[in-house]
């Protein structure tokens, strides 16, 4: 009976192709725009997951800026304006939170360059590099990012501006030692930034685990040319730096010890530090992990799915009205057929059970279609942002059982009102 | 039991209690046994469509008893009604009725599904009743493929399907030409008469009851005469 009736919707939907397809398009459209949204979200939120496993859960970014109702309107900020962490700052908040933090990580960028062999030929073998100084608490904030693979952080006695180690990332002893790490160390590097030429001692090799990211977005760049950090002792990066505000403080990165409950920590940090600065201040602390961050976008993507998945149901709902009306139209021509049918010996259910199946199987094929444009508007749109696509198996299922649903809903009135036709009045039908 | 239809003062009223209230059929007694080839002959609005429709537990009587095989129908509810005509009463009608987009042997075989027999046995089957109508070459032809005859020839093989107590055919022959007409009787007297069927024929005329056994006359609701035909036994 079942495979009967399945036959029969699809050759009345055949009858009536253009109908059928006006009729699936509300469906079409409302599971195809579900579909869409909860695949990119979806693929965003399993992208977040994964960035923030290779960042590391327990750190987090501190900043020092302007409170947001400062008036200031000036561009440039001169130099002694520019918010700093003091050197007090930092001891007091290192033994108020001793049990808390495990390392804190402070930073200097200095111009991209490039490094190459003092011996070898520059336009062969080189590495494009930006220049890094960094403190030893670096390489433990950053051990989920950039762990020491080979050799050692800086040690402590060779921290000064004088100090001419550094450490590379296993991209840079590719390029320039044929990836042999071991072979690498001990060994120097000329490198050329902000103008000046350094020989640098490597003492250190890292993993790169951000840079294959890089090359990922720009076509344009070839393996090789992948600008790679390397970094270099903080004093000696300030000492070469152009920039006389180079030393000051504005940020710096913390890393939690294991245990810690890091939100809490957060807020905790955050209001400490904030509790450092005067009252009247016009700065203020902001403390960012990458929990946070990703709590945040999670946030912005729900409430984003929770709008589309909105309008997606409005286009379900009138795809379920249009599926009701159009089964009234069919039940009205086909009239004689359900007289006949029900002068053959078919009982109520039969004839019922027949339209309602129509009903579903054309909400259904309208649900399948929708999932395929909504697979394939999602596989462009994550193609767009660049990211990889994750099909949500949850949402085709959900969407299925939906199309299903509407189908039964929306088919049972007008299948009820068929069943209950008079046989007679029904073959005398003229149609 | 050879008595297949026992009618019994029945009556049909319609637009009751309003000013239009008619009486369509006005206290039908009739017997049909087992094997017997009767026609009600009637002008338009004689009541045989009624009459038809009674008989063929289309509709219920206003009043008056009615049993089919000695089944009281007033006592059966409405999908009892609709399994007795899956499985007793065969219909055959003026305009054909057969289901459009379906092929010949699927409208065979919709009589068999209600009846609840399985796919293969319905294919079987139906392949069987169109062979005996003459049809299984078109077997795979949609209705509106076919010819006026050819269609009637499936829509006989239809009401044939469950191997029914009575064939109903109300005006079996009334849009077809007559040497297609001729055909179609002959078909009839061939079921009548190889197969033992009963058969009922409704018709305005005299010309084809007259080939049947007995012939009732049917006016304003009332039988008021009967005869053997020609094809009495």
Same mark, same amino acid.
């Given at each position: 009976?079942?495979?009967?009736?399945?036959?029969?919707?699809?050759?009345?939907?055949?009858?009536?192709?253009?109908?059928?397809?006006?009729?699936?398009?509300?469906?079409?459209?409302?599971?195809?725009?579900?579909?869409?949204?909860?695949?990119?979200?979806?693929?965003?939120?399993?992208?977040?997951?994964?960035?923030?496993?290779?960042?590391?859960?327990?750190?987090?970014?501190?900043?020092?800026?302007?409170?947001?109702?400062?008036?200031?309107?000036?561009?440039?900020?001169?130099?002694?304006?520019?918010?700093?962490?003091?050197?007090?700052?930092?001891?007091?908040?290192?033994?108020?939170?001793?049990?808390?933090?495990?390392?804190?990580?402070?930073?200097?960028?200095?111009?991209?360059?490039?490094?190459?062999?003092?011996?070898?030929?520059?336009?062969?073998?080189?590495?494009?590099?930006?220049?890094?100084?960094?403190?030893?608490?670096?390489?433990?904030?950053?051990?989920?990012?950039?762990?020491?693979?080979?050799?050692?952080?800086?040690?402590?006695?060779?921290?000064?501006?004088?100090?001419?180690?550094?450490?590379?990332?296993?991209?840079?002893?590719?390029?320039?030692?044929?990836?042999?790490?071991?072979?690498?160390?001990?060994?120097?590097?000329?490198?050329?930034?902000?103008?000046?030429?350094?020989?640098?001692?490597?003492?250190?090799?890292?993993?790169?685990? !951000?840079?294959?990211?890089?090359?990922?977005?720009?076509?344009?760049?070839?393996?090789?040319?992948?600008?790679?950090?390397?970094?270099?002792?903080?004093?000696?990066?300030?000492?070469?730096?152009?920039?006389?505000?180079?030393?000051?403080?504005?940020?710096?990165?913390?890393?939690?010890?294991?245990?810690?409950?890091?939100?809490?920590?957060?807020?905790?940090?955050?209001?400490?530090?904030?509790?450092?600065?005067?009252?009247?201040?016009?700065?203020?602390?902001?403390?960012?992990?990458?929990?946070?961050?990703?709590?945040?976008?999670?946030?912005?993507?729900?409430? !984003?799915? !929770?709008?589309?998945?909105?309008?997606?149901?409005?286009?379900?709902?009138?795809?379920?009205?249009?599926?009701?009306?159009?089964?009234?139209?069919?039940?009205?021509?086909?009239?004689?057929?359900?007289?006949?049918?029900?002068?053959?010996?078919?009982?109520?259910?039969?004839?019922?059970?027949?339209?309602?199946?129509?009903?579903?199987?054309?909400?259904?094929?309208?649900?399948?279609?929708?999932?395929?444009?909504?697979? !394939?508007?999602?596989?462009?749109?994550?193609?767009?942002?660049?990211?990889?696509?994750?099909?949500?198996?949850?949402?085709?299922?959900?969407?299925?059982?939906?199309?299903?649903?509407?189908?039964?809903?929306?088919?049972?009135?007008?299948?009820?009102?068929?069943?209950?036709?008079?046989?007679?009045?029904?073959?005398?039908?003229?149609? | 039991?050879?008595?297949?239809?026992?009618?019994?003062?029945?009556?049909?009223?319609?637009?009751?209690?309003?000013?239009?209230?008619?009486?369509?059929?006005?206290?039908?007694?009739?017997?049909?046994?087992?094997?017997?080839?009767?026609?009600?002959?009637?002008?338009?609005?004689?009541?045989?469509?009624?009459?038809?429709?009674?008989?063929?537990?289309?509709?219920?009587?206003?009043?008056?008893?009615?049993?089919?095989?000695?089944?009281?129908?007033?006592?059966?509810?409405?999908?009892?009604?609709?399994?007795?005509?899956?499985?007793?009463?065969?219909?055959?009608?003026?305009?054909?009725?057969?289901?459009?987009?379906?092929?010949?042997?699927?409208?065979?075989?919709?009589?068999?599904?209600?009846?609840?027999?399985?796919?293969?046995?319905?294919?079987?089957?139906?392949?069987?009743?169109?062979?005996?109508?003459?049809?299984?070459?078109?077997?795979?032809?949609?209705?509106?493929?076919?010819?006026?005859?050819?269609?009637?020839?499936?829509?006989?093989?239809?009401?044939?399907?469950?191997?029914?107590?009575?064939?109903?055919?109300?005006?079996?022959?009334?849009?077809?030409?007559?040497?297609?007409?001729?055909?179609?009787?002959?078909?009839?007297?061939?079921?009548?008469?190889?197969?033992?069927?009963?058969?009922?024929?409704?018709?305005?005329?005299?010309?084809?009851?007259?080939?049947?056994?007995?012939?009732?006359?049917?006016?304003?609701?009332?039988?008021?005469?009967?005869?053997?035909?020609?094809?009495?036994?």
């Amino acid at each position: 009976m079942l495979i009967e009736n399945v036959r029969i919707a699809f050759a009345s939907m055949a009858a009536n192709k253009l109908r059928t397809f006006l009729t699936m398009l509300g469906i079409i459209i409302g599971i195809a725009a579900v579909i869409t949204i909860m695949t990119v979200g979806n693929s965003i939120t399993r992208q977040n997951e994964k960035d923030m496993s290779v960042f590391g859960v327990n750190t987090m970014n501190v900043y020092m800026w302007f409170r947001e109702d400062a008036q200031n309107e000036e561009v440039t900020v001169p130099g002694d304006m520019i918010p700093k962490f003091t050197q007090d700052m930092m001891t007091k908040m290192v033994n108020h939170f001793r049990d808390e933090i495990e390392a804190v990580s402070v930073t200097v960028w200095l111009d991209d360059g490039r490094a190459t062999l003092p011996d070898g030929d520059e336009e062969k073998q080189y590495a494009n590099v930006s220049v890094q100084g960094a403190n030893p608490g670096y390489f433990t904030v950053n051990k989920a990012t950039n762990p020491i693979i080979e050799g050692r952080a800086f040690s402590k006695d060779s921290l000064g501006k004088d100090d001419y180690d550094c450490v590379v990332s296993d991209r840079l002893v590719k390029n320039l030692f044929d990836g042999d790490a071991k072979k690498a160390l001990g060994k120097k590097i000329n490198i050329r930034t902000n103008k000046l030429d350094n020989a640098y001692t490597i003492v250190g090799v890292y993993k790169d685990a !951000l840079s294959s990211m890089n090359g990922m977005g720009d076509p344009t760049v070839s393996e090789k040319d992948v600008t790679t950090a390397v970094m270099v002792p903080f004093q000696n990066a300030v000492s070469l730096s152009e920039d006389p505000n180079a030393s000051t403080l504005q940020n710096f990165d913390v890393s939690a010890k294991a245990g810690t409950d890091v939100m809490s920590f957060s807020t905790d940090l955050q209001s400490y530090l904030q509790s450092l600065l005067p009252e009247d201040s016009q700065y203020e602390i902001n403390v960012y992990t990458n929990q946070e961050m990703i709590e945040e976008t999670r946030k912005t993507l729900q409430q !984003l799915t !929770l709008a589309v998945t909105a309008i997606g149901a409005i286009a379900l709902l009138v795809g379920g009205i249009g599926v009701m009306n159009i089964m009234t139209v069919s039940i009205t021509e086909r009239t004689r057929e359900i007289g006949t049918r029900k002068a053959l010996g078919a009982p109520r259910r039969a004839i019922r059970g027949q339209f309602i199946t129509e009903a579903v199987i054309m909400s259904i094929t309208g649900g399948l279609i929708g999932t395929v444009l909504g697979v !394939l508007a999602g596989f462009v749109a994550c193609h767009v942002i660049k990211m990889p696509m994750y099909v949500s198996l949850q949402s085709i299922l959900v969407s299925f059982l939906f199309s299903f649903g509407i189908g039964v809903f929306f088919g049972f009135y007008p299948a009820n009102k068929a069943s209950k036709m008079d046989p007679i009045d029904a073959l005398r039908y003229d149609s | 039991m050879d008595r297949i239809i026992h009618l019994e003062q029945i009556v049909k009223k319609f637009y009751i209690g309003t000013e239009n209230e008619l009486n369509a059929l006005d206290g039908i007694d009739l017997d049909v046994t087992r094997g017997e080839f009767t026609s009600i002959v009637g002008e338009s609005g004689s009541g045989k469509s009624t009459l038809m429709n009674i008989i063929g537990l289309l509709e219920r009587p206003t009043s008056g008893k009615y049993e089919m095989l000695g089944v009281d129908v007033e006592k059966m509810k409405d999908d009892d009604l609709a399994r007795a005509r899956s499985r007793q009463v065969g219909f055959v009608f003026q305009t054909y009725n057969l289901i459009p987009r379906m092929s010949a042997i699927k409208n065979v075989e919709v009589p068999l599904l209600y009846a609840g027999m399985p796919q293969a046995e319905r294919t079987e089957r139906a392949e069987v009743l169109l062979e005996m109508v003459g049809m299984k070459d078109r077997m795979r032809h949609q209705p509106d493929e076919l010819s006026g005859g050819q269609k009637q020839r499936v829509a006989i093989a239809r009401a044939m399907a469950n191997d029914p107590a009575v064939i109903l055919a109300d005006e079996p022959t009334g849009a077809l030409d007559s040497k297609t007409s001729r055909m179609i009787m002959d078909l009839f007297h061939q079921l009548h008469e190889e197969q033992g069927k009963t058969l009922l024929l409704i018709t305005h005329s005299q010309m084809l009851a007259e080939e049947t056994g007995r012939i009732l006359t049917l006016i304003d609701g009332k039988i008021v005469g009967e005869r053997r035909g020609n094809h009495a036994h």
